[in-house]
């Protein structure tokens, strides 16, 4: 199996040089083997978030390469990354045009990274394949293609934004924590929407979570963070048979520290 992702080396500092310097990921690398579905999980400020945007060029590494496919992107702009990785954010608002119908947001996904010159004319076989991808997520979208996704329920608009993120089947999906702004019932069926569309396309995929369970119970790989570097990378059958308690005690054993985040710990 080939690697679809390797990171080398990579550093981020935030404010450097002032008061508020923040040493964010230190020297972390890092490689996912074609079709692994990785759940990233840490205390606050442990660079989960920061190591996805790094990933995505939201902003640039201070050292270390990120080689997607056996292509250096380090350099290359968020805009041009955007064609090869597939996003949904935590905020439901985000993935979507709040102003523009179901169909009108899934035609804008479908043509990302295609030339211009293509008429913004949605045919009838187009409309179909939209509303048999929106059937199968089971939320009734099929039957409003001309509804506009602001009047779409948070639920409704993140189950959309991951359609949209994996109509074109990205080289790498991530999920940046993108239930956290759902009630339980919603986020565990967009969850298993996700879990569904990784597996049927193949996908590899990151997702970044603050709830412990979640990262146990999804994926086949876990890595924890802290204070910018990996403490913990449980894969295959240890990570199948992990739990909450278990993960807490090697997470303290490896860093020497107690695990402090009732937001990771309550959820």
């Known amino acids: 199996m080939n690697n679809m992702l390797e990171i080398n080396g990579l550093q981020k500092t935030f404010n450097k040089g002032t008061i508020n310097q923040k040493l964010a990921i230190e020297n972390l690398s890092l490689t996912f083997k074609e ?15 920061t190591l996805l945007n790094l990933i995505a060029g939201v902003y640039p590494a201070d050292a ?18 955007a064609c090869l990785l597939g996003r949904v954010f935590q905020d439901p608002m985000m993935g979507t045009a709040a102003g523009m119908g179901i169909e009108e947001n899934l035609a804008m996904a479908y043509r990302r990274g295609k030339g211009r010159g293509l008429k913004w004319g949605i045919s009838s076989r187009e409309r179909a394949k939209y509303r048999e991808k929106l059937q199968a997520l089971d939320l009734g979208l099929e039957g409003r293609l001309s509804t506009k996704v602001g009047l779409l329920s948070g639920g409704q608009r993140q189950a ?25 019932r919603t986020a565990a069926k967009v969850l298993e929407l996700s ?73």
């Not at 079709?35 to 999980?41: A, E, Q, R, S, Y």
């Not at 292509?71 to 702009?77: A, E, F, Q, V, Y």
């Not at 990151?206 to 570097?229: C, F, K, P, Q, S």
């Open 35 to 49: 079709g692994d579905f990785v759940t990233v999980i840490g205390g606050n400020g442990a660079g989960k978030s």
């Open 64 to 81: 270390g390469q990120v080689i997607l496919d056996g292509k250096d992107i380090s350099k290359m702009p968020e805009h041009k990354r």
């Open 160 to 184: 959309l934004t991951l359609l949209m993120a994996t109509l074109q089947k990205p080289r790498l999906l991530l999920l940046d924590e993108h239930t956290a702004a759902l009630d339980p």
């Open 195 to 267: 879990d569904h569309i990784i597996a049927k396309h193949g996908l590899t995929a990151m997702m970044v979570t603050h709830n412990m369970r979640d990262a146990i119970e999804h994926g086949n790989r876990l890595i924890m963070m802290h204070e910018g570097n990996i403490a913990l990378d449980i894969a295959g059958e240890a990570k199948k048979k992990l739990t909450v308690e278990e993960l807490i005690a090697r997470f303290s054993q490896a860093s020497g520290q107690e695990f402090a985040n009732d937001r990771a710990l309550l959820s």
